[in-house]
């Protein structure tokens, strides 16, 4: 530590009695830096029970003699110049110094105990549950790494991560398991990374990862990836918690700076797109940001408004499928089909789109829409055909599917021994019981039951056992494959006669040729849906139609 002559002086000030009954710590220094005056404050918070005399260097002894801490306000002394300076005393203590010039000669020093406010600050940036950095905390760290990588041009990688399978935790064993697995989560993450990585969570099982300090001699992107590889598999491994097996997964969405983006903002929005990719992308895994990924995300949104605005203004339309049955060829129902004709996109398909009203939660509006919709139209048919409405996995969310369908069938009138109900395996998938206890409450209404896409789930077999189904649809993809594939044609058989032995009808759908409705009659399905039997149709022809006699065997219907 460099030194400053500290010659012995003394001064007589009007202001010594005021100043030595100030409450902040204040010392007089002469012009070469010694001690001229301390107020008692001063002399408590250095420990030294005689200041007066002191150079500037012995005084700031006790701030661990920490030479970059005490190096500006010496080197202000010696310019005649205000500073400003943090300092540490005793380990944990921070105090702030502020020097000031004054115009008869040499300084006033003042200190200020910001130890706490300092603690509020870190809290502030502080995630309190895992006790990881909070949003706040990782904008101000990616701020700061960016500024310092911009100097050595050095890249460096913004990670994000979405748990998979959280939320069935949270849903089936509660908030206090959910909350515990997060903080083994947020340890598994701090032991993936290395001294200097920022690792932060951002909000129910959303995380973040700054890397800064990726293994020597392993450079960006490699060093990202091997951590988002490494990621993926800690996380994905078996938690005990309280007494539970519990496993999710993680998703994670990587950027690159300065290739992906030159500030926080866009780094972290573009981790969010490569996130958002990855998720898509089945979960489990890892994608990097790619600049094709910002028009995709435009474009969605773009979809995502328009299909709010069909939503509020009611821009959507009812299709109707015929069913047959094959023994008869009369028409049994329809299965009604969501219909959304753009006015400026066009006929937008329901691949698209309904998914995207899954994900921004808006299909439970469109659902009952649909399902109040087909009920009424179904109400005013010459004949009791039945009518199939799809229900998405996220209308079993939040209890109040049985009060929705028990409220349309009094508003249309419609028997509900009339009404069936479409679910796919995904809606079992999230909560099986749950879901089940739904399934029961629907049942005791009235309502018939179907499972579709029967067959391409890997447990399809044992929800059979665990609800009475009053129909099962043999997914279209076995139907088309029957010609020239005979596995598809035992898979067909074998869901037909267990519907026959179950005492469920089985429906083939996607029929189209009459190859395939000579296939699907030999295997003894007991109804038929497909464009060769009839597509799509208005309201108004589907009621036409009911009104046509029955052919056997059924033959085209009109289009």
């Known amino acids: 530590m460099s030194a400053l002559a500290a010659p012995s ?115 502030a940036r502080q995630e309190p549950l895992t006790g990881l950095c909070n949003r706040v905390g990782l904008h101000d760290r990616l701020d700061a790494a960016l500024t310092e990588a911009a100097g050595t041009g050095v890249p460096l990688a913004v990670l994000m991560l979405d748990l998979d399978r959280f939320k069935t935790v949270n849903d089936t064993l509660g908030h206090p398991v959910g909350d515990a697995l997060l903080r ?193 139209e179904a109400a005013r048919w010459p004949q009791a055909a039945s009518i199939a409405v799809n229900l998405s996995p996220v209308q079993f969310r939040g209890g109040r599917l049985v009060e929705t369908v028990m409220n349309v069938l009094a508003q249309t009138g419609l028997d509900p021994a009339r009404l069936e109900l479409e679910i796919t395996e995904g809606a079992l998938l999230e909560n099986t019981d ?22 391409t789930g890997y447990s399809s077999l044992s929800y059979l056992q665990k609800f009475p189904f009053d129909k099962i649809k043999i997914d279209q993809s076995f139907v088309r494959g029957m010609e020239g594939n005979a596995e598809c044609g035992a898979i067909v058989r074998a869901i037909a006669r267990l519907g026959a032995s179950l005492g469920m009808r089985t429906t083939a759908e996607g029929v189209e040729t009459a190859t395939q409705l000579d296939a699907i009659r030999a295997e003894g399905c007991t109804e038929v849906q497909g464009y060769l039997t009839g597509r799509p149709m208005p309201a108004a022809q589907a009621a036409a139609l009911l009104s046509v006699p029955p052919s056997t065997p059924p033959a085209t219907l009109p289009a």
């Open 9 to 123: 002086l003394s001064i007589a000030l009007p202001f010594e009695a005021a100043l030595a009954e100030m409450a902040a710590p204040v010392l007089l220094l002469d012009a070469g830096g010694s001690v001229v005056f301390a107020n008692a404050r001063a002399a408590a918070l250095l420990a030294c029970a005689e200041p007066v005399g002191l150079p500037l260097p012995a005084l700031l002894a006790p701030f661990d003699a920490a030479e970059p801490e005490v190096d500006p306000i010496l080197e202000a002394v010696r310019a005649a110049r205000p500073v400003r300076a943090r300092l540490t005393l005793g380990g944990d203590r921070r105090v702030e110094a502020a020097l000031v010039p004054l115009s008869a000669g040499g300084f006033a020093l003042t200190f200020e105990d910001v130890t706490e406010q300092l603690r509020g600050a870190a809290l």
């Open 184 to 376: 083994k989560v947020a340890e598994r993450l701090r032991r993936a990374t290395r001294s200097g990585d920022v690792v932060a969570r951002l909000g129910g099982d959303e995380f973040a990862i700054l890397q800064v300090n990726p293994h020597a001699g392993v450079e960006q992107p490699h060093a990202a990836e091997a951590l988002a590889r490494r990621l993926v598999d800690l996380v994905g491994r078996t938690y005990v918690v309280e007494g539970h097996m519990l496993n999710v997964g993680v998703s994670v969405g990587v950027a690159i700076a300065p290739t992906d983006g030159q500030n926080a903002d866009d780094l972290l929005k573009h981790a969010d797109l490569a996130l958002y990719r990855a998720k898509a992308a089945g979960r489990g895994t890892y994608r990097f940001f790619e600049p094709a990924m910002n028009a995709q995300m435009q474009a969605r949104r773009g979809l995502e408004i328009d299909l709010r605005r069909a939503m509020a203004l009611k821009q959507f339309d009812l299709a109707f499928q015929p069913q047959i049955r094959l023994e008869s060829g009369e028409v049994t129902g329809f299965e009604a089909l969501l219909r959304w004709n753009h006015p400026e996109r066009g006929s937008v398909s329901p691949a698209l789109f309904i998914p995207l009203a899954e994900e921004i939660g808006i299909i439970v509006g469109i659902g009952e829409w649909v399902l109040r919709t087909a009920c009424r």
């Open 434 to 455: 749950s879901v089940l206890d739904v399934l029961n409450g629907l049942r005791a209404l009235g309502v018939k039951i179907s499972m579709d896409d029967f067959g």
